[in-house]
């Protein structure tokens, strides 16, 4: 009964961390799909500096990815926080201790070695230095020999080589007749390939299944677009050239897309002088489940597979 009773609480236990593990990774799965990411930027301009920062956030700002940088002061830079810590600093701070522990023990190798080190005998000093002129001349005899040797081959190799040389010069030109058939032949294959690929790949721009998964993806992805874009932005932007008529031109296209900024944003023309200067700020957010919905519809579309299927 011990025994069961034990095996018991070991399974029970592991059943509660299962559990635990699971409740943890349905909450995250959740959390990505129904607690929205948030983003956010901010940028300037003026006559001698400009600088921007932009942030991403998930979980009301528990976990945080940042950027950005400043001219005035030439630098750029990013952090990287969970609830609140910055994650670079600590893992800067432990690899500043581990690099600490490591010259520690090194210092500690240095002197046990130096407290058991022993100096050498004069009497040894003088055998190993004899013994080390010997084998030196031994060595620069050998290498004399050998250097001879390696001359008389280096010159029967020079020979050889050039008479193989002139033996392939010889073969190459009996060679070239064969060599310019085989290229009209294969050049008359390629051009061949070439049509009918040109025509398999004209025959499936112009099928119906083609038309309908493009335009699935452009429906899906203008849906895509305005759920992720920008849901305010404010600021104000003067610009200017020397020529008036340029100037003009692009404030008429910048008022295209004036349903996108509203009116938050101001845009100042300046028609007798060249600026640019001006802020922006702006804020949005998306949903991961907005996201998946439309994954799934395109995944899901037998045109989208057989036009997945057709690059593979």
């Given at each position: 009964?011990?025994?069961?009773?034990?095996?018991?609480?070991?399974?029970?236990?592991?059943?509660?961390?299962?559990?635990?593990?699971?409740?943890?990774?349905?909450?995250?799965?959740?959390?990505?799909?129904?607690?929205?990411?948030?983003?956010?930027?901010?940028?300037?301009?003026?006559?001698?500096?400009?600088?921007?920062?932009?942030?991403?956030?998930?979980?009301?700002?528990?976990?945080?990815?940042?950027?950005?940088?400043?001219?005035?002061?030439?630098?750029?830079?990013?952090?990287?926080?969970?609830?609140?810590?910055?994650?670079?600093?600590?893992?800067?701070?432990?690899?500043?201790?581990?690099?600490?522990?490591?010259?520690?023990?090194?210092?500690?190798?240095?002197?046990?070695?130096?407290?058991?080190?022993?100096?050498?005998?004069?009497?040894?000093?003088?055998s190993e230095e004899k013994t080390s002129k010997e084998s030196s001349e031994a060595k620069e005899a050998l290498e004399e020999k050998g250097s001879r040797k390696e001359q008389r081959g280096e010159d029967f190799r020079q020979t050889e080589g050039k008479a193989q040389r002139l033996l392939g010069k010889v073969k190459a030109i009996f060679q070239i007749p064969g060599k310019i058939f085989e290229a009209f032949r294969k050049f008359q294959l390629t051009a061949k390939g070439i049509c009918d690929k040109i025509r398999k790949i004209k025959n499936f721009l112009e099928s119906e299944k083609f038309k309908r998964g493009m335009c699935l993806i452009l429906q899906e992805g203008k849906k895509m677009l305005a759920h992720v874009k920008p849901r305010k932005i404010e600021g104000r932007i003067k610009f200017g050239t020397e020529d008036p008529c340029l100037t003009g031109e692009i404030l008429g296209a910048a008022g295209i897309f004036y349903p996108l900024y509203g009116e938050n944003f101001s845009i100042e023309p300046c028609f007798d002088q060249t600026v640019l200067e001006g802020t922006i700020s702006l804020k949005g957010r998306m949903y991961g489940i907005v996201l998946l919905i439309s994954a799934v519809k395109i995944l899901r579309s037998r045109d989208i597979r057989y036009i997945i299927r057709h690059f593979n």
């Open positions: 009964m011990a025994v069961l009773h034990i095996v018991l609480m070991i399974l029970k236990f592991i059943g509660i961390l299962l559990l635990i593990l699971l409740g943890i990774f349905l909450l995250t799965v959740l959390g990505v799909l129904f607690c929205p990411v948030r983003y956010s930027a901010q940028g300037y301009k003026d006559e001698n500096k400009y600088g921007g920062k932009a942030k991403v956030s998930w979980l009301c700002h528990l976990v945080s990815f940042s950027v950005w940088y400043d001219s005035s002061q030439g630098e750029a830079g990013y952090g990287v926080r969970i609830f609140g810590i910055p994650l670079l600093k600590v893992l800067e701070e432990l690899s500043k201790r581990k690099e600490k522990k490591k010259k520690k023990a090194k210092a500690a190798k240095v002197q046990a070695a130096e407290r058991e080190g022993r100096e050498i005998p004069e009497q040894d000093k003088a």
